[in-house]
């Protein structure tokens, strides 16, 4: 058997997964839609005023980079623990890796996405 039918098969079957999951919520999903069901719902208070509050995109944009640095220092934990057992090779690229990561950062401060102004 060729190698290219298992990555035709994952393929496959990674289409399948989301796209049955979709159509099965579809499926069993209510239809009927009523005027309780479109309300808004906070904790069991009724809202006073408008509900719809827009956010300055700054917020999702501080929260997104937060989760950049969060999710790449997962990644340099390992690599950090083996430091002393790791060749001049691993070394070098962790090195890399670190000052892209620093110039992520400084081009999000010199953007001014760190200001909470």
């Known amino acids: 058997m060729s190698p290219w039918i298992y990555i035709g098969l994952f393929f496959i079957v990674g289409l399948i997964i989301p796209v049955g999951a979709i159509g099965f919520a579809w499926f069993l ?10 309300t808004t719902y906070e904790c069991g208070i009724e809202t006073v005023g408008d509900s719809w509050v827009q956010f300055k995109a700054q917020y999702y944009i501080f929260a997104l980079v937060f989760l950049v640095f969060d999710v790449e220092t997962v990644f340099l ?4 623990v083996r430091l002393g057992q790791l060749g001049l090779f691993a070394v070098v690229e962790g090195i890399i890796f670190i000052l892209i990561l620093l110039a992520g950062l400084v081009y999000t401060w010199r953007k001014g996405m760190l200001e909470w102004a």
Do not use: C, H, V
Request: glycine letters at 8%.
């Open 29 to 38: 999903g209510p239809r009927k839609s009523n005027p309780i069901k479109r």
């Open 77 to 80: 934990f390992p690599w950090a």
